[in-house]
């Protein structure tokens, strides 16, 4: 469980720390201009509803970003050549930007999206949503995040009122699961599901954003499988299921 789950989710929490110096990309064929179209799609989810998101927020406009925006049905034929691969980046930002907005008008007030390096060329984007307060005070909740030098990346969803999270480190570890916000971020609370070096997959509960309590370990490969309780660096077998 050491490797399994205490490595990776400092993999997970040194992304998440990193900190941010202003500046949004300029360049045409900056490739970051599609993770700022992902961010106005992301946002146009929480104000139309529509379809689990099942693309990650990368600086890429790949096949499963394009599939989710097709299925959401918020658009018409003609309007999808904005997501083709023609264009500049900074071309099809432009394009999904003026979709977005044109459905649902207020979602630049509550949403901002920016990407800002960091020393050592490494870059970060994120997206956040603001919400009003009782008091009439803002609260700023972070909904999205990448950081360039591991590809690490999350998406805060939410369907039917429920908050789940997905984080991945490529060719390390994928987390999902039900999520609440303390302060600015949303931590794993709640049941979800963490898979490590696409062999070893933990379902159970999550505590903070780490495993606790009683859950399971399937080993992918071997398709194995061990009820096992959570220790605080490691876990100890209770039995084998399969």
């Known amino acids: 469980m050491k490797k399994f789950a205490i490595a990776a989710l400092t993999l997970i929490s040194l992304a998440e720390g990193a900190a941010a110096q202003t500046s ?5 064929d900056d490739p970051y201009f599609f993770i700022l179209a992902k961010a106005a799609i992301i946002s146009l989810k929480y104000e139309l509803s529509g379809p689990p998101i099942s693309f990650e927020f990368t600086p890429e406009l790949d096949d499963r970003f394009r599939s989710y ?14 997501f083709a691969s023609s264009g500049t980046p900074a071309e099809t930002y432009s394009k999904i930007a003026y979709l977005v907005a044109s459905r649902a008008p207020e979602f630049m007030r509550r ?3 920016r990407c800002t390096p960091l020393p050592a060329d490494v870059r970060t984007c994120e997206l956040t949503k603001f919400d009003d307060g009782p008091d009439g005070n803002q609260t700023e909740r972070l909904i999205a995040n990448f950081l360039s030098d591991s590809d690490f990346n ?7 009122g429920v908050q789940t999270i997905t984080r991945t480190v490529p060719g390390e570890v994928v ?19 963490m898979t490590a070096d696409d062999e070893r997959q933990f379902t159970g509960l999550f505590k903070d954003g780490s495993p ?11 398709d194995e499988v061990y009820q096992v309780r ?3 660096d490691s876990y100890e077998t209770i039995r084998r299921l399969k």
């Open 212 to 222: 606790t309590g009683i859950g399971t370990i399937e080993f992918l490969k071997t």
């Open 69 to 82: 925006v097709r299925d959401t049905g918020w658009f018409q034929e003609a309007e999808m050549t904005a």
């Open 230 to 232: 959570v220790l605080p």
């Open 175 to 193: 987390m999902h699961g039900r999520c609440t916000y303390e302060g600015r971020r949303c931590e794993m609370n709640g049941f979800g599901v």
């Open 111 to 113: 949403f901002n999206a």
């Open 24 to 28: 949004d990309p300029t360049a045409p």
């Open 154 to 160: 999350f998406i805060v969803d939410l369907n039917d």
